[in-house]
């Protein structure tokens, strides 16, 4: 079964800092994806970035990229120079056949 | 522009009222899945289709039950609505061709079941 850990519930950050959102999972697939969305007040899910199990390179998405370590089955995002149109839910998720989410992590940046 | 449409944005009923949800995908994605998002929960995953006719239960299956009649529609009923279902629903679905392919989301439906 898949599984995946989001730690941080809630976070604040200082606007024009860097960010980095916690994500480990779970899964006995040697192929999979990993996703991060970003939730706004409004509700809709935004794509930010992928990663697949394969990938040798850390994926990178303008301010975004994901520090994927397979060994630790660890897939952090880091967003870097904050603002304050990042605050948001943040969800890690991960796709094998079905795609599993965390429980998200709320961000706030403070100005 | 790829889209994926959920019916209703609000829907207030009933304890006891048949429900359903409706999606609809322009992509000819063959995936499609119905999640419920809670406070402090997350998204969890309620059944998911990977073609026409066909259905697996995700990991919250219990008081629903879906259909998919056609590749572009996928429908989530509640047999029997109740509070503890109250709830936003997002539909989502993807192609099947690749892992990395976008999942791409609806906007979702908030129920209020009174």
């Known amino acids: 079964a898949q599984k995946i850990t989001q730690t941080q519930p809630g976070m604040f950050v200082q606007e024009k800092e860097a960010v980095t959102l916690d994500c480990t999972y779970d899964?006995?697939?040697?192929?999979?994806?990993l996703f991060w969305y970003k939730q706004p007040s409004s509700g809709e899910m935004i794509f930010l970035i992928y990663?697949?199990?394969?990938?040798?390179q850390n994926a990178t998405e303008g301010r975004y990229s994901l520090n994927f370590q397979k060994a630790r089955k660890s897939a952090n995002l880091v967003i870097s120079a904050s603002q304050l149109g990042d605050s948001a839910m943040y969800f890690c998720?991960?796709?094998?056949?079905?795609?599993?989410f965390g429980k998200g992590t709320r961000l706030h940046i403070l100005p | 522009d790829v889209k994926v449409t959920q019916s209703s944005r609000y829907l207030v009923k009933r304890t006891g009222e048949k429900v359903f949800l409706e999606c609809v995908q322009d992509?000819?994605?063959?995936?499609m899945f119905w999640y419920r998002q809670d406070p402090g929960l997350g998204l969890r995953l309620i059944y998911f289709s990977y073609d026409v006719k066909m259905k697996e239960k995700g990991d919250i299956p219990e008081g629903y039950s879906v259909s998919r009649e056609k590749k572009e529609r996928f429908s989530l009923i509640l047999e029997s609505a109740s509070t503890n279902q109250t709830s936003m629903y997002l539909c989502?679905?993807?192609?099947?061709?690749?892992?990395?392919?976008?999942?791409?989301f609806g906007e979702g439906s908030w129920l209020t079941v009174v």
């Open positions: 899964t006995s697939d040697q192929s999979y994806g």
């Open positions: 992509m000819d994605h063959e995936n």
């Open positions: 998720a991960i796709r094998r056949d079905k795609i599993i």
């Open positions: 989502a679905s993807s192609s099947r061709t690749a892992q990395g392919n976008t999942i791409y």
């Open positions: 990663q697949g199990s394969y990938d040798e």
